[in-house]
């Protein structure tokens, strides 16, 4: 199995920037390992559905944002290092939530939740007034 572990997340101040990592070990039983699979970013506020917020290709030529992040948020991936990143700029307090990083067996970047396989367990943002 594909196991993944997020970090990064806390308290910051609206405007402020943060930065989230994730960290990808082992391999799906079809032998697929991290540089082979699409990662996304997804939240979930207290409340709310899981919304989707941005993700990359395998290569990482390709990249897509929900539209309340674009522009502010930026996602990377360092194949090499088994690992993404999400880099957090300008926040706002709806910004605030559990922060996921996901795994798609995927060659392509998708924004669907149902097509991702694997999930780490969040790490929580909160961005104050």
């Known amino acids: 199995q594909v196991q993944l572990v997020e970090s990064g997340g806390g308290l910051v101040q609206a405007g402020g920037p943060l930065r989230l990592s994730c960290a990808a070990s082992?391999?799906?039983?079809?032998?697929?390992?991290?540089?082979?699979?699409?990662m996304g970013w997804f939240r979930q506020a207290p409340g709310k559905e899981r919304e989707f917020v941005a993700t990359?290709?395998?290569?990482?030529?390709?990249?897509y944002y929900a539209d309340s992040v674009k522009g502010r948020f930026t996602i990377s991936r360092d194949n090499a290092k088994n690992t993404v990143t999400l880099q957090m700029n300008s926040l706002k307090p709806e910004d605030t939530a559990v922060y996921y990083c996901?795994?798609?067996?995927?060659?392509?970047?998708?924004?669907?939740?149902?097509?991702?396989?694997?999930w780490g367990q969040g790490t929580q943002v909160t961005v104050s007034s």
């Open positions: 996901a795994a798609a067996n995927l060659a392509a970047m998708t924004r669907l939740t149902r097509q991702y396989d694997y």
């Open positions: 082992g391999r799906a039983a079809s032998g697929r390992t991290f540089s082979t699979y699409a």
């Open positions: 990359i290709s395998w290569s990482g030529g390709s990249t």
